[in-house]
């Protein structure tokens, strides 16, 4: 009878734990689809649509071109959307081509889209759809992960966190490369954790796959192969069969990205496309970018007010106090598992604040680059949880409550300068009137904005003060209106907009109305004296 009761409640305990991993996964892919297509499309994802489609090439051609003339042509917003749609005539050679010759990526994110587009189509639910497949997966692998690391609940926590919390949710919405970075990095850690336990041939080729591929997406997945590399030579270094298999493991996924290293050393690395990252000297600043970046991993609060200000310190205070608990007890009962965690966090920390030093950059303030240490967060924010909620219910509730609702604000904020609002504006404002926008001759700047414009009105690329000067003599003739656009980048206002697009007053028959700003874009409407 004994016997029996066990084995009930031993099969109880494991429907409970099935039934709350489904609905952690039905929340994870419920938050992932909130408000998919109801923002905007944002700069970067201009980038994914027309490198993905197999017009980075001829992009670049065109803006170089507009570039040379005294005055921009006479364009409406349709010839511009012309490089954002998926062609039957380009090919996969095309895609590759755009990402050698005039982006700074490695392709597989970008040849992925590429199919992807042509099975589902380009339209906005679709092109993210990808990341919210990829990003649902993460929780799963977040799973795998806590029960190679720890135990059946720590995993489960593993897997919540990673449904729920907002950093997580927002970069499975994004038709960006980085849920598919998130589920890659947790599926190489899996296989390296199998590797580190049983020593087999099979989990060692997985492992070297699945880094791989990670280089192929983004090159700073080097970052978390390094911190893969540090903690495998510590942990295991007396080891020589599971230090030799793993080393013919890195070796071969060196192998398998050499093909497209190869390519990129023949054509040069092109720099100049990464420019943007520079300039921004001093240390403090960047020190501080570490604690900002890290409270983001719990909570998001973008938008204003004194209540998300008390939500998010409330938020991390909890969290703070579920992580000394949490930490403290790793580091005695799985020490092992703890430095697993902590290299695949720390390296590429490191890696991007020693960037920023010695080049002066600003990877530390771009948010979606903390993916890569984020997947040596979560088993730890997965633990402090599991054991938070086993000593103090109320405090764990309360924070996972506030990230839920974080994760729910998130998707109705924008990621950057976003065109769909501003354009609406511009659009009702431009109705009965000859109407043109003029915007700065950059590609993440003209293409964003012709995609929300109506097709009567005109959009008109400048490159340097002397070309807006003719333009406007050109307006003069044409057009009643004149509207003035400039996109700012979050990290740095002149990122994408130069300092000539800013005049008050652009002279000719014109003077000011009003600025209106939406979504980090700025738009100044100029009318004719006449009317």
Known sequence: MKNLWQSAKAFLNKERFRIVLLFIFALGLLLRLNNLSGRSLWTDEFFTLFQSSGHGVDVV??????????????????DFRFF???????????????????DTHPPLYFWIIYFWMRLFGDALFALRFFSVLMGFFAIFLAYRIGIRLFNQQAAVFCALFTAVTAFSVRYSQEARSYSLIMATGLLSSLFLLRLEKNNKNQDAFWFSVFTALGLYIHYFYAFLAIGHFIYFNVAHMRESAKIRRFYLAVLG??????????LVVMKGYNFRNTEWIFGYPGIINKIGSIFTGISRYILIFDNPGSLPRISLLTGIASFIYL?????????????????????????????MLFLDIVQHGALLRQERFWIFSFLGFIPLAGYSLSLGFSRNKKVTSLLILLMLVSSFLVSKVQFGPAPKSICRWINKEAKGRASAVVACNMRGVLFAQSYYLDNDIYLLPVSDSRQLTDTVKIASILFDQVFIVRHYHRTDSSLINELFMETADIGGDFRPEETVSMDDISSRRFIKHAL
């Open 323 to 351: 992580a000394i608990y949490g930490v403290s007890e790793i580091v005695v009962k799985y020490r092992r598992q703890f430095w697993f965690c902590l290299s695949i966090f720390v390296v590429p920390l490191s890696a």
């Open 253 to 262: 996924s060196l192998l398998l990205f050499s093909p497209w290293l190869m």
């Open 61 to 78: 051609k065109f803006i170089d071109d507009l570039s040379e003339k005294k005055a921009p042509p006479l364009l409406k917003p349709r």
């Open 84 to 102: 954002l749609q998926n062609e039957p005539a380009r090919n996969i050679k095309d895609v590759t081509e755009g990402l050698l010759y005039t």
